[in-house]
């Protein structure tokens, strides 16, 4: 009887037939909540076209600028402050004109916003891992080695992130060389950056680790003798890393801002490596020329980015906050 109805319950179909029936990984992840609402959001879609053609570009800068603004025997100063290829005076073989340098302005801004976004994802990477790491162990250890992590962190906070960045460069450049410095810039910046960001995420994997300490996981880790060390590794660690990717998609963008703001003041990239904040101070020089594409073209490339990567960070945190759903 009990073979019998389990028969007629289930009728025997091809195992292949059964499979096919099934969703698959990828409409599982693409019928998600978050797909969904990433889906239902065209502003959200438009930014990350944004981004990602702005990225795309960027990467694959030697493939795609049709000059080097590395390569001298390919400029010449007779080019210099060439018009769009649009106007008048322009030149066909530089779209968005020239630099002061004679530099195709094109070319120019995908080789700049590479190195802005080299800059802007090693200081988040640098912030996020010495931020998560001190936001676990202040709140797991707790007692006076707490008290004194959150400190400095409010310390730090009550003071703009452009002044701490500017007192790090300051202090790095006394101590360096000149030659040294320059050598070492996107370093420096990375360094300089990530210390202006990393109280953010310390304090954000904090809170989420007091409340994961006292869970049932923690306390059955405790009881079958692991170490502190692998249970903030092992346990805790990956249920407080939602919050993490939001806040490091937003600090993304400032971290490219801060790096142009660097630039900007003479104390990040060097002119002869341009980003795009070295490409907006040189180019302000001859604003009031009539030369005006030197910083309107980089200028808007920085504004769209740091907008839609900021876009793509607020639909993130509302799409993982379990509140909205």
Do not use: C
């Amino acid at each position: 009887m009990v073979e019998q109805t389990t028969e007629s319950a289930h009728p025997s179909v091809p195992v292949t037939e059964i499979s096919a029936g099934l969703p698959s990984t990828w409409h599982r992840i693409w019928d998600s909540d978050v797909f969904y609402s990433f889906r239902a959001s065209k502003v959200t879609m438009v930014a990350a076209f944004v981004t990602f053609m702005i990225f795309f570009l960027a990467t694959f800068a030697p493939l795609v600028a049709p000059h080097s603004p590395f390569d001298v025997a390919t400029i010449d100063l007779m080019d210099a402050e060439l018009p769009p290829a649009w106007e008048a005076e322009g030149d066909q073989r530089f779209l968005l004109g020239t630099d002061n340098l004679g530099r195709d302005l094109w070319s120019t801004i995908l080789y700049g916003t590479r190195i802005s976004l080299v800059v802007g994802f090693l200081s988040v990477i640098f912030g996020l891992v010495v931020g998560v790491s001190l936001g676990l162990i202040s709140g797991y250890v707790g007692g006076f080695v707490d008290a004194f992590i959150m400190r400095v962190a409010e310390i730090q906070l009550s003071i703009p992130s452009i002044l701490i960045a500017l007192l790090v460069a300051g202090t790095l450049r006394g101590v360096l060389s000149a030659e040294a410095y320059n050598d070492a810039i996107v370093y420096v910046l990375v360094l300089t950056i990530g210390t202006s960001i990393w109280p953010q995420f310390a304090r954000t994997v904090r809170g989420s680790t007091l409340v994961e300490r006292n869970k049932e996981y923690v306390l059955a880790a405790r009881v079958i003798g692991l170490s502190r060390l692998a249970i903030m590794v092992r346990h805790v660690l990956p249920n407080v890393m939602g919050p993490v990717l939001v806040i490091a998609t937003i600090n993304l963008a400032i971290a490219i801002l801060t790096e142009a703001t660097l630039s900007f003041l003479g104390v990040g990239v060097p002119p002869t490596e341009p980003s795009l904040g070295t490409m907006i101070s040189e180019g302000q020089n001859y604003l009031f020329s009539g030369l005006w594409w030197i910083t309107i073209f980089p200028g808007i490339v920085l504004a769209a980015l740091v907008l839609a990567v900021n876009l793509l960070g607020d639909w993130l945190r509302d799409a993982l906050n379990p509140k909205l759903r």
